[in-house]
């Protein structure tokens, strides 16, 4: 627990923990230190405000799957894992778990070992689970107490206080303890200056001053108080005894060897502030501790040696941090020398003098710009570290050195808000009275992203605010090589422009490497390696040769390959790829990449198509998603023929994605393919239909592409209410599909007929389809028509009145359509869960769950989907009482249904205003909605919209003092809907039972009786 965590057996051997959410399980039980936990407490812990559907089954898999992983790593681990009437809990002693040994330990005053235990942050893999903060923040209190009393009880040659202090800088007693080892070290000055700047941190930042402890003790450093102790000789050897790892095992004792020259440090004193690397700096100055040799890495103006600078001067080391300056050095042999130049040691072109000078002294050298004389540099390296038990090294370079015990410590760009700031930090210098505000934050932020975050470019284009201002230096990032062209003079020449830093790196590559830098500049946000293999290989690569020339690219920091599972993705910063582009002019080669590229991404669509309809369907929309960028650039590049097949292969991968406004504007095409599609797509965005599109189908010489455009249409207009239209268009799909073969096909018009069907009354029918495209999906493994499935079974499930089943299935289709990220689905989905909600009387439920489902919809311009949620929110909001909102939103879908053309679809919307009028009392206003509705719905010939229209009017006449009629008219819809084999569920009943019992009560229970058996026996045709 005291550091990563971490599973042994008895006998020494790691276990492996697989899967994250098993491993969090172990760390909350161990966290509890045997303990009981309920289940109830792990599963919140878990998945917060967020749980699976089932909980408590998912975490006893989860219990499951951790004895497993414990039962492999030693036979009866599983046992570890106990459960009682308490909850679950994980038996340990000091025997068994760290930081009860650790504490052990402290109670007997056996520091060190005590100490020892740490391997780094306490469960740093968990480090934002918020269940686990405090109890780790309670740890590293334990363990600070600890370096504390260690100190204080004669450890502090053991001890590394100037890493503590830098990591705890408010902590008065660290603080003290520090400034005593520094005074008895001989650092006077030193110990006077961290008195100074705790008292000015605490002043700006707490407004107290130190304890009188501490300033008894600055008072007696400034007296040398001899109470303070001896005081070892003062001069460039001397040490404060503050543990370090660097020199450990040495056998030195503090003070008594010189370092090497007369000062303890060449280091360049900083004159601007380190932005963004605090943490940076926290890793780097503890990684020494562990490894001799950390090599900074990154692509040239990410700040490489401004970092490896600011850890070199947190260190303490006995004889001092020296920086050796690379650059300059021109040639293999020139390395040695230029090292011994910096230590003062006579040159040697052996270095054994090199050697013979650093053995048995401790010392940090920082070797910067490697990346020039990486094979001398690793020679070197490698030689002195073999001979020198006390020397450390911090390499900066583009690549590695490639030394087996190398820690290599890639340097990431800064990220957004801490390029900001750098930003505002450098144009407020260069241009005073600058400063980020709201009105042109977004701007900077724009720049800072256009940059990649680089500092050396964020500062270079700082440095412009003064002539341009922000808004035109955003504007110029197009041209930022002629942008970024004046630096600052006391820069070295490869950092005083854009241009020349990234000239510095391509200076050291070879011909191919060039060849392929240049040719990778072509793709947008990154590619795959088959595509830089298609685009990159010929004139001098071959195809097999380019993963290797790549991997030196990204080796030397020119190329990104951020990803370490799965498949390999290539990236260039942006700054590079527009160099690689410049390169590319030069060479002669841009036009002919570009279509290079354009083809394989045009090959790569047509290739996924099909594949999005088959079980790889989730595998093929993440490879789309990473290529968009490159697919938009394909496109625009392409002739009207390609752009048109580009198109009609991303078609369904659009809708899949919900891009419909994309999809939209690229189906330019005139075809009769593209024609309806683009019509779907419009219906989709809440457009009119467009007839001749769909007359257009017949137009269509490819017999599956004219199934599915057909297929399309009829979906599109189901979802959108023309249920006569969508169900004609659907019919002559399946019939096509069934001929060809096409089992998806046959699959999607079945999944579409059970809504039609249900529209009709038809639920046997609805039934059968949903059945076989159920099974039809299931065979194919594609998810989406697994998720198209499960809606038609879950609104069977609740027209039966079992809403748990719809819920579950409901459920379950909401977390397939998150994981295909197909937001109309999801759309859909959430709605249909706040219809189960509303069913089951959970208002507040129903609400948030439709609005969320309107979010979604809104989010990505998909109209019907706001309907069907505003929709729910209609019926909601009548059902709570809060009428005049129901009747606003009711309004509002009536103009909506209007607009498109589907009035036929608002049999619904007549009948819920007609139900508001008639709980207002007005009796007039609610027959007529009323009598309209249940026009409209014999007309479309559903007799469950026909029972909903005669409950209605049963309300209006009951209103008006009719209850006989009334009385009749609930008999004929009680009729109609068992016609169809599905009477009114129980939680749909609360509209009929209260106009039932307002005609009840007005007749008495046998006229009551007598009418609605006269009703029920006229059935569909009652008159009235």
């Not at 003070?255 to 932005?275: F, Q, Y």
């Not at 198209?788 to 359509?817: P, T």
């Not at 809060?882 to 509002?892: F, N």
């Not at 206003?925 to 007309?939: D, G, K, P, Y």
């Amino acid at each position: 627990m005291l550091g990563p965590l971490g599973v042994w057996t008895t006998g020494g051997a790691a276990v492996r923990v697989p899967e994250v959410k098993v491993r969090l399980l172990l760390a909350d039980l161990l966290a509890h230190e045997g303990r009981p936990v309920s289940a109830d407490r792990l599963a919140f812990d878990l998945w917060g405000d967020r749980p699976p559907g089932n909980p408590v089954n998912t975490l006893q898999t989860k219990v499951s799957q951790l004895r497993r992983a414990l039962e492999a790593g030693e036979p009866g681990g599983r046992e570890l894992v106990a459960h009682g009437p308490a909850g679950y809990a994980v038996p340990v002693d000091s025997s068994t778990l760290d930081v009860l040994r650790f504490r052990e330990l402290v109670a007997d005053g056996r520091w060190g070992e005590a100490l020892a235990l740490w391997r780094g942050e306490p469960l740093a893999e968990f480090a934002d689970a918020p269940f686990l903060v405090p109890v780790t923040a309670r740890w590293a209190e334990e363990r600070l107490v600890a370096v504390e009393g260690f100190a204080e009880s004669g450890g502090v040659g053991l001890v590394d206080l100037a890493v503590e202090v830098a990591r705890h800088p408010l902590r008065e007693r660290l603080r003290g303890l520090h400034m005593r080892a520094l005074y008895r070290a001989g650092r006077q000055v030193e110990a006077l200056a961290s008195y100074a700047e705790l008292r000015r941190l605490l002043v700006e930042e707490q407004g107290l001053e130190p304890g009188p402890e501490l300033v008894a003790l600055h008072r007696a450093i400034l007296d040398h108080d001899p109470a303070l102790g001896p005081v070892a000789p003062s001069g460039p050897g001397a040490a404060v005894g503050s543990g370090t790892a660097i020199g450990s095992g040495t056998g030195r004792t503090p003070g008594t060897a010189p370092g090497p020259g007369a000062a303890r440090t060449n280091l360049p004193v900083p004159v601007t502030e380190l932005v963004g690397r605090e943490q940076a700096v926290r890793d780097l100055c503890g990684l020494p501790r562990d490894t001799r040799l950390v090599t900074l890495t990154g692509p040239g103006g990410v700040g490489k040696t401004s970092l490896a600078l600011e850890v070199a001067r947190r260190v303490s080391v006995a004889d001092g941090a020296w920086l050796v300056e690379l650059a300059g050095v021109g040639r293999a042999e020139q390395v040695i020398g230029a090292v011994a130049d910096v230590l003062g040691v006579r040159e040697d072109a052996s270095g054994s003098s090199l050697v013979e000078a650093l053995r048995g002294r401790e010392v940090l050298l920082v070797l910067d710009n490697c990346e020039r004389l990486v094979e001398p540099v690793a020679a070197l390296v490698s030689r002195l570290l073999r001979a020198v038990p006390g020397l450390r090294v911090l390499a900066t370079s583009q690549e590695p050195l490639g030394l087996a015990f190398e820690a290599v410590w890639a340097v990431p760009p800064l990220d957004l808000s801490d390029a900001v700031t750098l930003f505002a930090a450098r144009a407020a210098a260069a241009a005073p009275g600058f400063a980020v505000t709201p009105d042109n934050e977004p701007v900077v932020e724009a720049i800072c992203r256009r940059l990649d975050g680089l500092p050396l470019a964020v500062e270079l284009a700082a440095t412009r605010v003064r002539g341009l201002g922000v808004t035109a230096l955003l504007d110029r990032l197009d041209d930022r090589f002629r942008l970024l062209a004046t630096g600052h003079r006391d820069a070295p020449a490869r950092q005083r422009t854009l241009r020349a830093m990234i000239d510095w790196s391509w200076d050291l590559l070879g011909d191919a490497e060039r060849i392929v830098l240049r040719r990778l500049s072509v793709h947008v946000d990154g590619c795959a390696l088959d595509a830089a293999e298609a685009v990159c290989a010929g004139g001098g690569v071959a195809a097999d040769e380019v993963l290797d020339v790549l991997t030196r690219l990204v080796d030397r920091s020119l190329v990104v390959a951020p990803e370490h599972t799965g498949e390999p993705r290539f990236r260039l910063l942006e700054s590079v790829a527009d160099y690689g582009r410049e390169r590319l002019r030069e060479a002669g080669e841009l036009d002919r990449v570009r279509d290079r590229h354009a083809a394989f991404y045009l090959a790569l669509a047509e290739r996924a198509d099909p594949e999005l309809r088959g079980p790889r369907q989730l595998a093929w929309l993440a490879r789309l998603d990473a290529d968009t960028a490159n697919l938009r650039a394909a496109h625009d590049a392409l002739g009207p023929a390609g752009a048109a097949r580009l198109t009609c292969a991303l078609t369904w991968y659009w809708f899949l994605r919900g891009r419909l406004r994309e999809g939209r504007r690229l189906m330019t095409a005139t075809d009769p393919v593209t024609v309806a599609w683009r019509a779907g797509f419009g219906v989709l965005l809440g457009e009119p239909a467009e007839p001749s599109a769909i007359s257009g189908t017949a137009n269509i010489d490819d017999a599956t592409q004219k199934a599915r455009a057909r297929w399309f249409l009829g979906y599109v207009l189901s979802t959108v209410g023309d249920m006569a239209s969508g169900e004609r268009l659907t019919d002559q799909a399946l019939a096509a599909f069934e001929e060809l073969g096409d089992q998806w096909g046959v699959a999607a018009a079945h999944s579409d007929r059970v809504s039609q069907a249900l529209a009709g009354g038809r639920v046997d029918r609805a039934r059968a389809s949903a059945a076989r495209a159920t099974e039809l999906f299931a065979a194919s493994g594609e998810r989406w028509g697994q998720l198209k499935a499960s809606f038609g079974l879950g609104m069977l499930a609740q027209l039966a009145g079992d809403y748990e089943r719809a819920e579950a299935v409901h459920r379950d289709g909401l977390r397939v359509a998150q994981e295909l990220r197909s937001w109309p689905e999801v759309s859909y989905k959430l709605s249909w869960l706040g219809r189960v909600a509303l069913t089951r009387g959970d208002y507040a439920q129903a609400r948030e769950l439709h609005e969320q489902a309107r979010r979604t919809a809104a989010e990505h311009g998909f109209s019907p989907g706001e309907v069907y949620a505003e929709t729910g929110l209609a019926l909601g909001a009548r059902r709570e009482g809060r009428l005049d909102e129901a009747e606003a939103l009711w309004e509002r879908l009536r103009a909506w249904h209007r607009r498109v053309g589907f009035e036929a679809g608002a049999t619904l919307v007549l009948a819920e205003l007609g139900f508001v009028a008639e709980q207002r009392g007005d009796a007039a206003r609610a027959l007529e909605l009323q009598s309209e509705a249940l026009s409209l719905a014999r007309r479309v010939g559903d007799p469950r919209a026909i029972a909903l229209a005669l409950e209605g009017v049963a309300g209006a006449r009951a209103l008006a003092g009719d209850a006989a009629t009334a009385a009749r008219l609930l008999g004929a819809a009680t009729a109609a809907r068992a016609s169809v084999g599905v009477p009114l569920p129980v939680g749909e009943r609360a509209d009929v039972d209260r106009i039932a019992a307002a005609a009840r009560d007005a007749l008495g229970d046998e006229p009551y009786a007598a009418a609605f058996a006269a009703g029920h026996a006229e059935g569909l045709g009652v008159a009235f």
